[in-house]
């Protein structure tokens, strides 16, 4: 899948490598495990050299970090309860939704055989699940918890209310009419890119109060975005996109 315009850095390159630090948020170390998290089987040079055992330990990882904050921020919940939410957190379709979010196919390293279109589901959640062990052993136990809660406390609050589509944009609607007896408006502020890879930067707006913006890989997915910033400043908590 290389849909990248013809200027962007080659992937594996330095100047990629920074490109994918500064989207996910953390800077390594060692990027020579960043190279290793985001090399799938088929563009190693060996099964040793891919992003496999990285998969193996990330998936031990995330585990463990979400069900310590479902622990600390469900204290009433049931171990029934806790292990349903944990179940659709930490589900494959979950990892490769994130994956995507962050354009990890942007950087991924593959092989020539693996097909242009739409990577599979299991090839994107293996590359979050690499990329947080990845900043486990680079950074520690802590710097994969933020990693991992900066995306995924808002899945788990939404699994937690039993929303599970991610439809940030109805939940803000109904958050609007509550609190404002109004619905949120939402305007293109930016695009960037070429046509067959355009980025559109979107705020949300209910009355007179403005959110902050998005970016996102189509107008649906900035307003996504742009919404969850809302709840988000709304909720009185930080919000996970930066404009």
Known sequence: MDHLPSDSPPRGS?????????????????????????????????RLASNERLEFLGDAVLGLVVSELLYHHYPRQLEGELTRI?????????CAKIARMLGLDEFLILGKGLPEERLPLSLMAGVFESLVAA?????GYEAAAQFVRRFLLPEIELAAQGDLGGNYKSL??????QRFHAVPAYQVLEERGPDHRKSFKVQAQIREEVFPPAWGRNKKEA?????????????????????
């Open 14 to 46: 330095e100047p990629s490598l920074q490109q994918c630090q500064r989207r996910i948020g953390y800077q390594f170390r060692n990027p020579a495990i960043l190279t290793q998290a985001l090399t799938h089987a088929s563009g190693a040079e060996h």
């Open 86 to 94: 944990k179940s659709i957190v930490v589900s494959r379709r979950m």
């Open 135 to 139: 900043i486990y052993l680079d950074g």
């Open 172 to 177: 803000l609607q109904q958050l609007a009419q």
């Open 223 to 243: 307003e996504q975005r742009a919404a969850l910033n809302a709840l988000s400043v709304l909720q009185g908590k930080p919000t996970p996109f930066d404009s």
